[in-house]
């Protein structure tokens, strides 16, 4: 493939998550482009762009009914240029803006505390810091009480080759980062360890748009039962690519070579299958059975589906209710926290009823510690625990 320089730029600032622009994340709106997020120290957040803001005109022409893909590319620009935003506040009021394009970046790595002292790490990139901010995360959740962790990689469209050998250095089970083979022959490259490391129960997130650097790191865990992946089978993009700069400042990219798991588990027009196929969003199923590894001894009730948003959930005991002392049953909206809730004793029954309504198409789960006693003083002889999905 042939780059100009200022694609090449383009093209290395997209590994980098950086970009020349105000610094807004934007989906499409009916009123024009909604802003969903203001990156922090960009230049709409200098100039008090807020979430939630609709841009109705860019340079004094409307854009109702344009798609996100091109009112970004009028957007954005080259540096200490300008653009004039016209802008539809929550309090009905317009405002139009000149804001200078300024240089800013994505954030690469997210990350927070679950339910359960589960850590979770999202990765959007493998640019070059993205184990050094891997790292940083892994330890502020740690401080926070973190003791098991879920390594999110859906959507991640790959990058640095180094970056991926640097991500597999974090799991202390996976010696080889891939299998390298060019026209010379194969060899196994092997994992750069790191200083701070993931737990062995770790679980990895993939999907379809899980390609390249992510399926090196994810051929590499799956090869060598370094961590347990979760979601859809990824891309299948196996080669490697270098770019050759001309006499021009131009640049040429070409394959050079192909590569496979340490154990050599083919990638390219392949992918890499999970451990735990899902149907939807990873996070839910991998979340829910990081908790059920904290209670061994409890009981897997049937599942409920589809419930609604207003659900009052009924819990049966086989004699009369007592003592419900606090946090006795928990209530879970998986990949977040816990959820408050109301209880009412009916007898033998609970009622339980979320203090919010929960949220359509989202997933929960519903914990009874056995801390629950009868009106005879018995006390409940084993905790159970339940998946929800929510219509």
């Known amino acids: 493939t042939y780059y100009t320089a200022d694609e090449f730029n383009e093209f290395m600032n997209s590994i980098n998550l950086t970009s020349v622009g105000i610094g807004i994340v934007i989906e499409q709106h009916e009123k024009g482009i909604l802003i969903q997020d203001v990156i922090e120290n960009g230049s709409a957040f200098t100039e008090g762009v807020e979430v939630g803001d609709i841009i109705t005109h860019i340079d004094g022409s409307s854009i109702v009914g344009l798609s996100t893909s091109d009112a970004s590319s009028r957007i954005l620009g080259k540096e200490n240029t300008t653009v004039t935003l016209t802008f539809l506040k929550t309090t009905g009021q317009s405002v139009t803006k000149t804001i200078t394009r300024k240089p800013f970046s994505l954030p690469n790595v997210t990350s927070k505390l679950l339910y359960g002292n589960v850590g979770y790490i999202s990765l959007a990139s493998f640019s070059s810091d993205a184990a050094s901010r891997i790292k940083e995360a892994i330890r502020d ?14 959507n991640n469209g790959g990058g640095y080759v180094s970056a991926a050998e640097e991500v597999v250095g974090l799991f202390p089970n996976a010696k080889g980062a891939y299998t390298y083979e060019d026209a010379a022959g194969e060899y196994v490259v092997h994992a750069k360890r790191q200083s701070v490391q993931f737990p062995p129960n770790t679980r990895v997130l993939i999907n379809g748009y899980s390609a390249s650097a992510s399926e090196m790191a994810a051929a590499a865990l799956v090869d060598q039962n370094a961590a347990i992946l979760y979601g859809k089978k990824t891309y299948g993009k196996g080669t490697m690519q270098s770019f050759y700069e001309l006499s021009d400042g131009s640049y040429l990219k070409l394959t050079m070579a192909k590569f496979a798991g340490p154990v050599a588990t083919a990638i390219n027009e392949v992918g890499v299958s999970p451990h735990l196929e899902t149907t939807d969003n990873a996070i839910y199923k991998a979340h829910y059975d990081t908790i059920v590894e904290q209670y061994p001894q409890y009981k897997e009730l049937s599942s409920l589906r589809n419930v609604p948003t207003t659900k009052t959930f009924t819990v049966n005991f086989n004699s009369t209710v007592g003592i419900v002392p606090d946090g006795t049953i928990e209530l879970v909206q ?52 339940l998946y929800i999905t929510v219509i």
């Open 141 to 154: 959740l740690t401080n926070k009480g973190a003791k098991s962790f879920i390594l999110d990689l859906q």
């Open 334 to 385: 998986l990949g977040e926290n816990g959820v408050d809730i109301t209880i009412e004793k009916q007898g033998s029954t609970l009622l339980v009823t979320p203090s919010q309504p929960l949220v359509s198409g989202e997933q929960y789960m519903l914990i009874i510690h056995p801390t629950i006693k009868g009106d005879a003083n018995n006390v409940l002889k084993k905790g159970s625990y």
